[in-house]
C-alpha cells in the first residue's frame, strides 16, 4: 500500500513577482541617487516611491516565506490524514480476518473447523486484491499437492477476473523456482516479467499481468502453498507491498495450520 507522493510545486508566477519587485527598488533607488549626484533636489514622490518599493520588496520575500510555510503545513496535515484514512482501511480490512481466526481456534468440530478454514482463504484473497493500490490487481491462491512430482495448484483467486490456470510442478524450471523459494521462506518480486523476469518465471500474455509479488503460505516449518498479487502494469506492484502480502499470507497460514495433518506438507529448509 502507497501513500500518493507529495508534489511540491513552486510557483513560478511569484518567483517572478518577488525578482521583479526586488528589481525595481533597487532600480529606483539608483535614479534618486544619480539624480541626486548631478545636483538636482530628490523629488518627494521620487523619495516616496523608492521608500514604498524598498519595502515591498522587503516585505514580499517574508510573504513568501509564509506562504511556502503554510503550503508545507498543509501537505503535512494531508499526509496525516491520508495516514489515518490508510490504518482505518487496514482496520476494517484485518479486524474480520483475526475475529475468523479466533472462531477457528474455538472450534469445537472438525467439520467446524474446515468450514471455517476455508472461508478464511476469500477473504484474505479480497483484502489483498482490493488494498493494494494498483490497476486491476489479483490475489491468487495456490496449493501445495504432495505426490510426484510435487505441484503447486491454483485453487481460488479474488480481483481481476484472469482466472490463473498455472500449475506449478516440481521437476521443471518454474516449478523447481517456486520450491527454492518456498523452502527457503524468501519472496520473489518483478517490476515487469516481459523485459526482466526473476529466474525461472515467465510472464503470463494470456491474462497479461506484467509486475507480481509471490511470497511462501507458511506457519513454523509448515508450507501450505503459495500467495501471489499481480498487476497489470509496469511496477504496479513494488517492494513496497511485501511486508503487506506476507502479513497476509501469514494470516493465510494460521488459518490453515489448524487441524491440518503433518504429512506431505512441504518443510521449510528441506
Known amino acids: 500500500m502507497r501513500l500518493p507522493p507529495r508534489r511540491n510545486r513552486r510557483p513560478v508566477g511569484r518567483i517572478y513577482l518577488t525578482t521583479g519587485v526586488s528589481v525595481a527598488s533597487v532600480g529606483l533607488v539608483a535614479l534618486a541617487g544619480a539624480e541626486a549626484g548631478d545636483g538636482g533636489a530628490l523629488k518627494p514622490w521620487w523619495i516616496a516611491l523608492s521608500i514604498i518599493m524598498s519595502v515591498v520588496g522587503a516585505a514580499v520575500p517574508g510573504y513568501e516565506q509564509i506562504r511556502k510555510e503554510r ?6 496535515q494531508a499526509a496525516i490524514e491520508a495516514a489515518v484514512e490508510m490504518r482505518v482501511t487496514m482496520n476494517d480490512a484485518l479486524d474480520p480476518i483475526v475475529r475468523q481466526l479466533g472462531r477457528i481456534a474455538t472450534a469445537t468440530t472438525r467439520q467446524e473447523r474446515g468450514n471455517l ?133 501469514g494470516l493465510l497460514a494460521d488459518a490453515l495450520a489448524y487441524g491440518a495433518p503433518d504429512e506431505g506438507l512441504l518443510r521449510i529448509g528441506r
Open 117 to 249: 478454514r476455508e472461508a478464511t482463504v476469500p477473504m484474505i484473497l479480497d483484502s489483498a486484491a482490493h488494498l493494494i493500490d494498483a490497476e486491476r490487481v489479483r490475489a491468487c491462491w495456490f496449493r501445495f499437492v504432495p505426490g510426484k512430482p510435487r505441484k503447486l495448484e491454483p485453487v481460488q483467486y479474488a480481483g481481476r477476473a484472469d482466472e490463473p490456470v498455472t500449475v506449478f510442478e516440481e521437476g521443471t524450471v518454474e516449478g523447481d523456482s517456486v520450491f527454492a523459494m518456498i523452502r527457503h521462506n524468501q519472496s520473489v518480486v518483478a517490476l515487469d516479467v516481459e523485459t526482466d523476469p526473476p529466474p525461472g518465471w515467465h510472464g503470463s500474455a494470456q491474462h497479461g499481468y506484467r509486475s507480481f509479488i509471490a511470497v511462501p503460505v507458511v506457519a513454523g516449518e509448515r508450507a501450505f502453498g503459495m500467495l501471489t498479487v499481480d498487476a497489470i502494469d509496469v511496477a504496479g506492484v513494488t517492494e513496497a507491498e511485501v511486508p503487506f502480502v506476507r502479513l497476509l499470507a
Open 71 to 76: 503550503l508545507r503545513k498543509e501537505a503535512e
